[in-house]
């Protein structure tokens, strides 16, 4: 897909269903342009390039505030790994559309981050919805995942409180 322009701040705030404290709900978008073969002749977007757009725009956000997937996988041998999705269809893409997706913080917990995704065209319309929940997981040496808690680096990244403040507070 055909980058445009990326942007992500802190849009609003609420109270974390897991922790109790206030996190800053943090909000990345990405333009794209639906590419040859994304979708059928109907403009019917195939499943698994919906969830690649925002797979791209969260990798593109780390690598943006720092902290590259690549990084995190070769250096400290940890990843956001996916634990749930749950998208929908919503309305037809096709070939040569520009469309916005967008990530929107909306819960972390210990060890993992949930984010609300919709990718729109830039007329407003929406394309397609959905939650996306990533849980942090160190690489153990016989390449198993082990989830582990969320350093604090990254959750200050997030906008979100660190594990000293949320066992304090």
């Not at 749950?86 to 210990?110: C, H, M, W």
Request: glycine share 8%.
């Amino acid at each position: 897909t055909g980058l445009f322009y990326h942007l992500f701040h802190r849009a609003s705030s609420r109270v974390s269903a897991d922790t109790g404290f206030v996190i800053f709900m943090l909000v990345y978008t990405r333009q794209i342009t639906v590419e040859w073969g994304e979708s059928d002749p109907f403009g019917l977007v195939y499943f698994p390039r919906m969830l690649a757009w925002f797979n791209d725009a969260e990798h593109e956000f780390f690598a943006q505030a720092g902290y590259p997937v690549k990084e995190m996988i070769e250096k400290d041998r940890t990843a956001f790994v996916m634990g749930r999705i749950q998208f929908e269809f919503v309305g037809p893409a096709a070939y040569g559309d520009r469309i916005l997706t967008r990530l929107k913080l909306v819960d972390i917990s210990n060890s993992t981050l949930k984010w609300e995704c919709t990718a729109n065209h830039l007329s407003g319309s929406l394309v397609t919805q959905g939650t996306a929940t990533r849980v942090y997981a160190e690489i153990q040496d016989n390449g198993e995942l082990k989830a582990i808690a969320i350093p604090n680096r990254i959750r200050e990244m997030l906008g979100a409180p660190t594990l000293d403040e949320a066992s304090s507070g």
